[in-house]
Structures are given as C-alpha cells and as structure tokens.
C-alpha cells in the first residue's frame, strides 16, 4: 500500500541539500554563474500545473467520475497524478534544500561581495519557487486519495 509522504522525509531532504550547497558554495562560488529571478521561479510553472491538476482530480474524485467510461478520468491517470506528486516531492525539497544552503552562505556576503547582492534575489526566488512546489506535490497527493469506503455497520441514531 502507498503511504503519503512523510514532512519529516521532506525535511531531511531539505537538510542535507542546504549542507552540500553551503559546501560547494563556500568553496566554488567564485566559479558560479550569476543567478537570475528566472532560473530561481523555474519550477513555479510546475507547481501551478500540480496545484491545478489536484483540483481536477479532487473534483472528478468527488463526483464519482473515476472509471473508464465517457468522460470519466481512468484510474490510471489519477496513478499517474500520485506518481508526479511523489517525484515533484523529492525535487522540491531537493531544490528548497541548495537554494537554502545557497543562501546561507550568499546572504551575509551582500556587503562585502557585489555578485552575492546580486544573486540573492534569484536564489530567494528560487527557495520560494521550490517550497511552492512541495505545497503543491502535497496538494496533489492529497487529492489523489481513494475516498473512504463506506461501513457495513447499520446506521446510528
């Protein structure tokens, strides 16, 4: 049986990203690119497409829509919806995770190092852009739940 996704799962992944990119940051950020706004809100189209896609699924969920007929949305699919959000989890978490590590190390360099002042805004955008999408890979994954099997005990008054 698929569980959801555990925070504490997420939160580790964000830990030892930001290690590694406080490391390689620490050491190599003189041989870095310069970081855009662009590159950091790179995976905001990506949470909006998952957000959006767990209200669809959310809806045909609730409307008993789940089937292989007309205009229903085959099982599958909702699968697929599960196996999206569970990947986007750990890319999320992942890219929050360097872009966190990036910044911890970038941040307190703004006064002394032009490229660091420079750099933060994308790579704030970036911690942003990455968390949104854990938000949304979780939305998704909720919305993909089965919906509860109704008992067989009579009815209690």
Same mark, same amino acid.
């Given at each position: 049986?698929?569980?959801?996704?555990?925070v504490l799962?997420? =939160? @580790?992944? /964000?830990?030892?990203a930001? =290690?590694? =990119?406080w490391?390689?940051?620490? #050491?190599?950020? +003189?041989? #870095?690119?310069?970081?855009s /706004?662009?590159? *950091?809100a +790179?995976? @905001?189209?990506?949470?909006?497409?998952?957000a $959006? &896609?767990?209200?669809?699924?959310?809806?045909?969920?609730?409307?008993?829509?789940?089937?292989?007929?007309? *205009?229903?949305?085959?099982?599958i699919?909702?699968a697929?919806?599960?196996?999206l959000?569970?990947?986007?989890?750990?890319?999320?978490?992942?890219?929050?995770g /360097? %872009? &966190? *590590? #990036?910044?911890? %190390?970038? #941040?307190?360099?703004?006064?002394?190092? $032009?490229a660091?002042?420079?750099?933060s805004p994308?790579?704030?955008? *970036?911690l942003? =852009?990455?968390?949104?999408?854990?938000?949304?890979?979780?939305?998704?994954?909720y919305?993909?739940?089965?919906?509860? !099997?109704?008992? !067989? !005990?009579?009815? $209690?008054?």
């Open positions: 049986m698929l569980k959801p996704t555990r799962d997420l =939160a @580790l992944n /964000v830990v030892v930001a =290690a590694v =990119a490391i390689a940051t620490r #050491f190599a950020y +003189s041989s #870095f690119p310069s970081i /706004v662009a590159a *950091g +790179s995976l @905001l189209p990506v949470a909006a497409i998952e $959006t &896609l767990g209200f669809a699924i959310r809806a045909k969920i609730a409307d008993e829509q789940i089937g292989d007929g007309p *205009g229903q949305m085959h099982p699919n909702v697929r919806g599960v196996a959000a569970k990947a986007s989890l750990q890319v999320g978490s992942l890219a929050a /360097v %872009w &966190l *590590g #990036f910044l911890l %190390w970038v #941040f307190p360099q703004r006064g002394t190092v $032009t660091a002042a420079t750099d994308g790579a704030v955008v *970036g942003l =852009a990455g968390s949104a999408l854990v938000a949304a890979a979780l939305w998704l994954e919305c993909c739940r089965a919906p509860e !099997d109704p008992t !067989d !005990d009579p009815a $209690t008054t």
